[in-house]
Every structure is written in structure tokens, then in C-alpha cells.
Nanobody
Framework: QVQLVESGGGLVHTGGSLRLSCAASGRTFSNYAMGWFRQAPGKEREFVASLSTSGGTKYYAASVKGRFTISRDNAKGTVYLQMNSLEPEDTAVYSC??????????????????WGQGTQVTVSS
């Protein structure tokens, strides 16, 4: 069973950048599709990005496409979310998740069964 720990959140100004990391324990990380989700106060959790086990297939929410980049390093057991041109609307708790289903690459929360604890991202205007 993979366990996930996020890091890299923080406070940035509008237009700034952050890189989130999600470190996985266990030797089967490369068998899981990975995703990032976020939840702002008073709102539903929403999909941000996901990628396949190899990292060759990626999906993004329309709201972050062109600004965020998801990637993974299977040798390090880590998935990343590079966030550029951040906006106040990006403020949320960001969580990474793992899914044993790789194809099609999952884009909904119910398809993921392993979750990290989340990291807070706050973008000030």
C-alpha cells in the first residue's frame, strides 16, 4: 500500500509560483496513476491534474491548463505540481492521490483510493 505526503505549499502573491511535491512510500509507486485535487473553503473538492503511470499522458482542469504542470519521477517515488501565474482563486488545500486504475487516466476523486493529508496554498491579491 502506498502512503502519500505532500509538501511545498505556502503563501504567495498573485502571479507567483509554487511547486508542490507528493512523496510516496512503498515500492509500487510506479503502478499508480497520480492526481492532484484541491478544495477551497466552502467549495467542493475539484480535479486539478492527473497523469499516467509512465507520465506520458496528462490531463488538466481547464482553470489551470497552461499555468500548472504535473510530472512524476518514478525513481524517486514523487509526483510534482508546478504552479505558475497563481491567482487568488487558486487558494485551496491541495491533495495528491493515487489510483490503481491507469487507463483511462482517472480525473474524478471517486477513482482514487489513496490520499495524502493535503497542503495549504494561499495566493494573496
Amino acid at each position: 500500500q502506498v502512503q502519500l505526503v505532500e509538501s511545498g505549499g505556502g503563501l504567495v502573491h498573485t502571479g507567483g509560483s509554487l511547486r508542490l511535491s507528493c512523496a510516496a512510500s512503498g515500492r509500487t509507486f510506479s503502478n499508480y496513476a497520480m492526481g492532484w485535487f484541491r478544495q477551497a473553503p466552502g467549495k467542493e473538492r475539484e480535479f486539478v491534474a492527473s497523469l499516467s503511470t509512465s507520465g506520458g499522458t496528462k490531463y488538466y482542469a481547464a482553470s489551470v491548463k497552461g499555468r500548472f504542470t504535473i510530472s512524476r519521477d518514478n525513481a524517486k517515488g514523487t509526483v510534482y505540481l508546478q504552479m505558475n501565474s497563481l491567482e487568488p482563486e487558486d487558494t485551496a488545500v491541495y491533495s495528491c492521490a493515487a489510483s490503481a486504475r491507469n487507463w483511462p487516466v482517472p480525473t474524478t476523486a471517486r477513482e482514487y483510493n489513496i490520499w495524502g493529508q493535503g497542503t495549504q496554498v494561499t495566493v494573496s491579491s
